[in-house]
């Protein structure tokens, strides 16, 4: 990886767009905002050359040869040319693609072992070591929430197979990573009712409440409600994995 800042991102939101020509303007943009200099395109270009030289060295290429069959030049921009596989992301988004699918036939062991797959591929926040611009943020965006998403339904079907026990130590680190996330809440709930914690369940609610009253003047959402008088109630459905009550949204609890 190039060690100068603007490289970085050059390269950056090339492989955010792997096969697909980024134009020279975007990079422009990505990299000086609204007010690119005079030199802007010589510039993205001095730096696509500069790539060109650390991945020549790195694969023992000539840079011709990287420039022809990996950092190409094309009609307007650039793109970086790459095959399924290539790069973590893409491994990331075929276990993903794999748990949803498991998801959707009712495997949960098998969609659990997928979406663990995925979340392997992480180490630490993505692109945590390249300055962002608009693109590269927006991007940024969509993968932690991509992400999240994939640990909520890893959960879910966790708690479907009587995992409950299992997940209590990263749940409690979830909801104090995202303290307004009412469905990682509703799912500390139900693991910690499921371990014999019941009273922890409820203390998890009510320091939930305090913090959307105090901080966005609002109510935990209807469903988190359901669950917490059921939790109160010791609705026998909330003891048995596979009900339905992992997921918020499916809860049905008439007390």
Request: hydrophobic share 45%; proline share 4%; aromatic share 6%.
């Given at each position: ?34 007010n690119?200099?005079?030199?802007g ?9 500069h ?5 020549a060295r790195?694969f ?7 420039a ?49 797959r ?5 180490q630490?926040s993505a692109?945590?070591?390249?300055e ?5 943020t ?13 640990l ?11 995992r ?38 409820l203390e998890?609610?009510a ?13 935990p959402a ?25 997921t ?8």
């Open positions: 990886m190039p060690t100068a800042r603007k490289p970085r991102t050059v390269l950056s939101l090339l492989l955010l767009n792997d096969n697909r020509t980024v134009a020279a303007g975007t990079l422009m943009a990505e990299i000086w905002g609204d690119p200099p005079k030199s395109p010589t510039l993205v270009q001095t730096y696509v050359l790539l060109r030289r650390l991945f790195a023992g290429m000539t840079s011709a040869e990287v022809e069959e990996l950092l190409q030049t094309r009609s307007g921009g650039y793109a970086f040319r790459l095959g399924r596989g290539e790069l973590d992301l893409h491994e990331y988004q075929r276990w993903q693609v794999a748990g949803d699918q498991a998801l959707s036939v009712g495997d949960d062991t098998a969609a659990v072992a997928a979406y663990q995925a979340l392997g591929q992480w630490g692109l945590m070591d390249v962002h611009g608009p693109l590269i927006a991007r940024v965006v969509g993968l932690e929430q991509s992400r999240l998403t994939v909520e339904r890893k959960i879910e079907a966790e708690l479907r197979l009587g409950h026990r299992d997940t209590l130590s990263e749940l409690a680190g979830l909801v104090l990573l995202h303290p307004f996330h009412e469905g990682l809440h509703a799912q500390f709930m139900l693991a910690l009712h499921r371990s014999g914690n019941r009273t922890r369940a998890v609610f320091a939930l409440r305090a913090s959307l009253n105090s901080e966005l003047g609002l109510e209807p469903r988190l409600q359901t669950l917490h008088r059921a939790i109160l109630a010791a609705e026998p459905g909330l003891d048995f994995p596979g009900t339905g009550a992992e918020v949204g499916r809860l049905r609890f008439t007390g």
